[in-house]
């Protein structure tokens, strides 16, 4: 099919051809990084914590008043919590993952040194720490138990001096690239703490502050009383994690009757909560992408047949002079992939320049080019589509009609 008739009526028809371009253009630019956004909505849904999340249940609670002795009320809590059927380990911890406050603090990997190497969140917990969070272990050891303390409220982080620590693979990444990690030394304060063991992945409590360092994070051999953070975790098989749930509820009640339960949740309860902002966002992306095709897709079938009620004689004379049905829709249809060419490619330069405005007001990363052809093949497929059934009815006209219509 030649190319010049249909440049030829696009000339003659400059506003109408100009407006469907425009609205390809802007439909392309606009899909193009809402697809963007949705894809790394869903990646953030979907990144693991590097924590037996199938199997954790958290019951988050605080006291009335002050307790004389908190961290024994919590071996006593403990002790509870690892009678009931079905609880393998349990144990208290001042943060958990995916919750919206965090324990952070800043890591030198030398004693003079004036600016911060990473920052890091602290995990605390007492011996059961490791085995109940379900962490994997990629090189080194556990704590073991002769390394905990006790946290000490009276002195906070004053008299906490822990010898040896497990940290991520990202903080060894980035406090001693090249190195496995295991027999360096970090500082928090004047200090050291050694590198003991390695997990793959744990991530911070707040993920969405910590853009870069969202898996910076290290276990402390320092076990903390229910009081700091109010965090009891129970890892259990999937199966019982409801029922195991409620007989911890009644453990706690039982043992302490100046506390309030907060918090009892199975772990997949935190994930949705904490990612609910970025669902609603997602799916609303994906209405808003839905709206604007089926709008694209409107404006391309309205125009078709005003073009096919305008272009009738036309069509009639070509049809006689022996036009067959099928040049007919493939003429209509190549027009129109003309025309979304056109659109696809301006809406190109626009969707990086919306990226452009998105990354500078919004910290927004690049778009990949590769969301570049997606769009250009959605649009493509939607043009072909809109206009098949305004060419069609263009092609079934009988010649003598046609040419008798005008």
């Not at 911890?93 to 004036?114: E, G, I, K």
């Amino acid at each position: 099919m030649e190319i010049r008739p249909i440049l030829s009526t696009l000339r003659r028809h400059k506003t109408a051809a100009a407006l469907i371009v425009l609205q390809v253009a802007v439909t392309c630019a606009i899909i193009c990084n809402a697809v963007f956004l949705i894809a790394g909505r869903i990646e953030a849904i979907s990144r693991p914590t590097g924590i037996d999340e199938a199997g954790i249940v958290r019951i988050q609670l605080t006291g009335i008043g002050q307790d004389v002795n908190p961290m024994a009320v919590t071996r006593e809590d403990l002790a509870a919590l690892r009678a009931i059927p079905g609880v393998i380990h349990a144990t208290s911890v001042n943060q958990v993952p995916l919750v919206n406050s965090s324990w952070n603090t800043s890591v030198t990997t030398a004693p003079d040194q004036v600016l911060p190497t990473l920052s890091t969140t602290m995990y605390m917990g007492g011996p059961e720490l490791f085995e109940t969070l379900g962490l994997e272990l990629v090189a080194g050891r556990m704590l073991s138990a002769d390394e905990f303390e006790d946290y000490d409220e009276e002195e906070g982080f004053r008299g906490i001096t822990p010898g040896a620590a497990v940290v991520t693979r990202s903080f060894v990444e980035r406090a001693f690239p090249g190195s496995d990690g295991i027999g360096e030394v970090f500082y928090f304060s004047e200090d050291p703490i050694r590198v003991v063991g390695v997990v793959d992945t744990l991530v911070r409590p707040n993920l969405k502050s910590w853009a870069g360092q969202a898996g910076h994070s290290v276990l402390l051999p320092v076990a903390v009383p229910y009081t700091m953070g109010g965090n009891y975790l129970i890892r259990t098989t999937p199966e019982r994690r409801a029922e195991v749930l409620d007989a911890a509820v009644r453990v706690l009640k039982e043992n302490g009757g100046n506390r309030i339960i907060l918090e009892q949740q199975i772990y997949d309860e935190i994930r949705q909560d904490y990612y609910a902002q970025d669902r609603s966002m997602a799916w609303l992306l994906a209405a808003v992408i839905v709206a604007l095709l089926v709008v694209t897709a409107l404006g391309i079938v309205g125009l078709a047949s005003f073009w096919v009620q305008q272009r009738t004689k036309q069509i009639g004379v070509r049809r006689a002079l022996g036009a067959t049905r099928g040049q007919i829709l493939r003429y209509f249809q190549a027009e129109n992939f003309i025309l979304a060419t056109i659109g696809i490619v301006i809406g190109m330069l626009l969707a990086f320049g919306l990226n452009q405005m998105l990354m500078e007001r919004y910290e927004l990363s690049r778009l990949p080019l590769v969301y570049l052809p997606v769009g250009a093949v959605a649009l493509w497929l939607l043009g072909q589509l809109a206009v098949f059934w305004p060419a069609r009815r263009a092609a079934s006209v009988p010649p003598a009609v046609a040419t008798r219509s005008v």
